[in-house]
């Protein structure tokens, strides 16, 4: 079993900006792709984020490419989601999730393990 736990998430000001980590514990997720989602009020949970085991490749969602960045420390098995240039669209609860392989992916059956989630708001 894999425990994911998200922090650091919060209410900001847009143009703000806030780190989100995500640890996990129970097993090691360091030879896994690790994923960031989101699901705003009334929408469907939505891809934002994703990086290869190593850490050597990233993916984004159009909308918040060059304001948020994904990056790993396998040794802490934490994983983290910098957001910068935060608007009030990126309102929504976030979610880190594991990856069943190396490889990562935008679809939500690609992951198998996630974590609660943490609130972002940002306001106007």
């Known amino acids: 079993q894999v425990q994911l736990v998200e922090s650091g998430g919060g209410l900001v000001q847009a143009g703000g900006s806030l780190r989100l980590s995500c640890a996990a514990s129970?097993?090691?997720?360091?030879?896994?792709?690790m994923g960031w989602f989101r699901r705003a009020p009334g929408k469907e949970r939505e891809f934002v984020a994703a990086?290869?085991?190593?850490?050597?490749?990233?993916y984004y969602i159009d909308s918040v490419k060059d304001r948020f960045t994904i990056s790993r420390d396998n040794a802490k098995n934490t994983v983290y989601l910098q957001m910068n240039s935060l608007k009030p669209e990126d309102t929504a609860v976030y979610y880190c999730?594991?990856?069943?392989?190396?490889?990562?992916?935008?679809?939500?059956?690609?992951?198998?393990?996630w974590g609660q989630g943490t609130q972002v708001t940002v306001s106007s």
């Open positions: 999730a594991r990856g069943k392989n190396s490889r990562p992916g935008a679809d939500p059956m690609e992951y198998d393990y």
């Open positions: 129970g097993r090691t997720v360091s030879s896994y792709a």
């Open positions: 990086i290869t085991w190593a850490g050597f490749s990233t």
